[in-house]
């Protein structure tokens, strides 16, 4: 059994991502605390040029689901297709009962970065709480379409922002072996 010198370590050290979840909801102070961790992460010049739009409408979420596949590369949703199990009802989401869906400031440079650290602290605090969680990157391909303004405007993105990505949140319905690190992807110069 592995030691951390801390509970911080330790929530970095073996969050994994989660690709199936058990349908229970997240509970509202588990929501409220990894929103707020994210509204408390870094951000370049202080901007918190981010938006968190929270979906936990099941309803919305297999609308969201059956639209973003219709968008997807076919390479893309063969990927996803083989990985549930080759069904083609298969869900992007992984059938997690809470989304949060990051846009970023659309002009300033640093929106990516800033929208990432925010992602990670939302995620490690998932972890810390015994919530699991993964970001899907493919749930740009909502807003791709002609009607993507439209849809960003329902979703309350707001105006001069830009939907990035996913976070999926709920309690792991699985188990997660710890992928060896890859090895020469750190150089020391002293």
Request: aromatic share 12%.
């Amino acid at each position: 059994m592995a030691t951390y010198p801390n509970e911080t370590v330790k929530s970095i050290i073996e969050r994994r991502s989660v690709r199936k979840y058990a349908p229970q909801q997240i509970t509202d102070q588990e929501l409220e605390c990894i929103i707020n961790c994210g509204l408390h992460a870094p951000s370049a010049r202080n901007t918190q040029n981010w938006h968190f739009t929270v979906i936990q409408n099941a309803e919305l979420i297999s609308w969201m689901n059956d639209r973003i596949k219709e968008n997807m590369p076919p390479e893309t949703a063969a990927y996803f297709r083989e990985r549930q199990g080759g069904r083609d009802d298969y869900s992007i989401f992984y059938n997690a009962p809470t989304l949060v869906l990051v846009s970023g400031e659309t002009d300033d440079t640093y929106t990516d970065s800033n929208c990432g650290y925010a992602t990670q602290n939302m995620c490690l605090a998932a972890q810390s709480l015994g919530v699991a969680s993964i970001v899907i990157g493919m749930a740009r391909f909502l807003f791709v379409t002609p009607e993507a303004d439209k849809y960003a405007k329902e979703f309350g993105v707001p105006d001069g922002y830009r939907p990035l990505y996913v976070i999926c949140f709920g309690y792991a319905d699985m188990t997660s072996e710890t992928p060896e690190r890859l090895l020469g992807r750190v150089n020391y110069i002293r």
